[in-house]
């Protein structure tokens, strides 16, 4: 039985000679996948809610398979609140980004105050077009107002230049402050991110201090499937940048779907964490990127039917479509997740998932923190206390006989948490916290 809950590894043999093309490679090289519920052992004769989790961990032969070239565009907030270190910390972390860049990339940077202006045009970075950009970056001075969204939407420009050329593309956003230019609205950002992420362009954001729109950066990496940072320290920022393009650097895999379709007479409660389209019975995540050695996580919740002692049925089955990087052929795995029942408490225990549990407990957290944020904007304290404790509840009713390693930090944490929300309210730093802190469990964000 335990043999079927095992990771689900893809790994065929390259043998000498082999094609070094991506195309010419064997069928599911490049991912392991692991599917497995929370509860593979659940009590019979009654119903029962289980997480599936599937879990993709990509590979690369990367000593055989050059990398596909990157297209960046860097979009560097110059308004007069970037004055001083914030502006030279910034123009330090982009002249390392671009110095990580090889000869078949591209790159382009992008400045905005009140105005844009495209200070480097798309262009590879060869050595001497190295020098210039870091010559460019150096004139650069803070001034003026913050016009975000006219940034980012003529650093697209540049990308869509390159974009159907074999290359993976990426955008980083570095703001301090607020949208006070053209389009100020959370909905136009999160508009504007979709469409970039239906381009295949991927979006990363970087709030430096208190003063920018957590709102506003959050939601433009979730529309546009990136990263996003809360960085108080400007000194950060050189090494926010550079996992940045690290990822950038190391793209396995595109276009990557994963559809959970459940089997008999269970059915699909929701998502958790990570936002998934359900439609006709089943859940259909999207990710435009996955990046090597770096797990991705999909989450959903289960309704399992009941079932008699013993009884053995496959629960759900799990799909996962991927353009392995520089390809244009689409591989796809399949594998179906069982579930067993029975009448012994001892057996649903010992079959427990606890890195399963451990990741719903992190993304329960975040779903948290978003409610609290809510309550608090609305100037309701005790709700958004009473949304982090609930949770408490919840992760202990769930995963208590799990024991203290899975419940009584973050237990402990939350509690914290709500006395603190309770009697002082959500301050601007806790709220920035709180808004990074959730993205980021939920997208399984590799913090840098």
């Keep these: 039985m335990k043999n079927r809950f095992l990771p689900i590894i893809v790994a065929l043999a390259l043998v000498t000679g082999l094609s070094l093309r991506a195309d010419a490679l ?15 052992v659940v009590p019979a004769q009654q119903p029962e809610d289980v997480v599936v989790q599937i879990k993709i961990l990509p590979t690369r032969a990367s000593d055989l398979i050059p990398r596909p070239p990157v297209n960046l565009s860097l979009v560097l907030d110059r308004s007069g609140s970037m004055s001083g270190q914030k502006i030279e910390q910034a123009i330090q972390a982009a002249e390392l980004a671009v110095g990580r860049l090889g000869a078949r990339d591209r790159v382009s940077v992008i400045i905005y105050d009140h105005d844009v202006e495209t200070l480097v045009s798309s262009q590879v970075v060869t050595d001497e077009g190295l020098y210039a950009i870091k010559r460019a970056l150096r004139r650069v001075s803070a001034r003026g107002n913050t016009a975000i969204y006219a940034g980012l939407s003529q650093a697209a420009a540049e990308l869509r230049r390159y974009r159907d050329a074999g290359y993976v593309n990426r955008m980083i ?9 053209g389009p100020t609205e959370v909905a136009d950002f999160r508009a504007l991110g979709r469409a970039l992420a239906g381009e295949d362009i991927v979006i990363s954001t970087v709030g430096l ?72 019975g089943a859940a259909r995540f999207r990710m435009p990127q996955v990046y090597s050695g770096l797990e991705k996580l ?59 549990a451990q990741n719903v407990v992190d993304n329960r957290v975040a779903e948290a923190k978003e409610a609290a944020i809510n309550y608090a904007d609305a100037g309701d304290r005790e709700e958004a206390a009473s949304s982090l404790r609930s949770v408490v509840g919840k992760i202990s009713a769930d995963y208590g006989f799990l024991g203290d ?33 959730s993205y980021q469990s939920r997208n399984q964000q590799s913090v840098q």
């Design 26 to 40: 064997p069928v599911g090289t490049l991912l392991q996948i692991d599917a497995a519920l929370d509860r593979p």
């Design 173 to 181: 956003l570095l703001s301090d402050g607020l949208a006070n230019r």
């Design 209 to 280: 201090g208190l003063g920018y729109n957590e709102d506003i950066m959050a939601t433009l990496a979730d529309a546009g499937q990136g990263n996003t940072y809360f960085v108080e320290n400007a000194d950060d920022l050189p090494r926010i940048f550079a996992g940045e393009l690290g990822d950038a650097l190391n793209v396995a895999a595109t276009n990557i779907e994963i559809i959970v379709r459940p089997r008999g007479g269970a059915r699909i409660l929701k998502s958790l964490g990570r936002e998934a389209e359900l439609r006709d």
């Design 298 to 356: 999909a989450l959903v919740e289960v309704r399992a039917p009941q079932g008699v002692v013993g009884a053995v049925e496959d629960l759900i089955d799990v799909e996962v479509n991927y353009l392995p990087a520089g390809s244009s052929q689409t591989r796809s795995q399949q594998v179906s997740v069982p579930i067993r029942y029975t009448d012994q408490v001892e057996q649903v225990v010992a079959a427990a998932r606890k890195d399963v």
């Design 405 to 437: 390693e899975v419940v009584a930090a973050p237990s402990a944490n939350l509690e914290h948490e709500a006395d603190e929300v309770q009697t002082k309210g959500l301050s601007n730093e806790k709220r920035k916290s709180f808004r990074a802190d």
